[in-house]
């Protein structure tokens, strides 16, 4: 288990020293004055650092840091760039069960074209800093604000989470393991590899998937994943892009 601390920024104040207390005990981690320390500093005695800021919440291991923002998405939304996600699913007003959140970026364009989803994020800090950002991150565009503010999240395994649901309880379900392949070929989720799990359940996952989707399970995945030809996704090929999607029609 990782030895991760907790503090604020160099300049804080009395809210924001509570602020990160209070997560400290939520996440059952250590929390530290900060004294000037830099992070270089802190990271020289512990594995990760968590940091309470005024408008941010940031995670640091290494060289790396994890932060809420909006990566491509509000690029690709300006652009009507939807790449072939929604052109999938087609329907309007789908419930979607994004089993994969990482920094949500799926998950904010789905909701943008008006489907009901549910986010899951198995890591803890992942899913905290991510849930903040979709709570509080504020963009030009008030549609994307809209979508971030109705997405609902858990921080649970996604495997778990399906054993527990009905059957057929879920239009669609989503998942982007992106894992089988070097993560830092996409250089905007680099700072989530340290807290990763790289191992992902297939068999079971699509297996518990098709019991409950009703409509669709959809793969995104690197053009090279056997995961397509194994498990008979319908593959999507997409020219000079690395991650190509997939779908299983349950219809």
Known sequence: MK???VTTSVKTNLELNEEAQQLADDLRLKYIIRNKKT???LLSSVDGVLVVYKNKLSYFEDDSELFFHLDTTALKIKNSDNEPLVEIIKEKEQSILDCTMGLAGDSILLSYYGHKVI??????IIHLITTNGLKNYISPNVEINKAMRKIK???VDCLDYLKNCPDASF???????????NITESRNLEGILPL???TFPYEEFIK???RVARKKIIVKAHFKDNIFEKFNFTQIIRKNTKFHYGYLDLK
């Open 3 to 5: 030895n991760i601390i």
């Open 39 to 41: 992070i270089k500093q």
């Open 119 to 124: 986010s899951l994020e198995k890591n803890n």
């Open 153 to 155: 999240t858990y921080n």
């Open 171 to 181: 239009d669609i379900i989503y998942f982007d393991p992106m894992f089988s392949h």
């Open 196 to 198: 990763a799990d790289t």
């Open 208 to 210: 518990e998937a098709k």
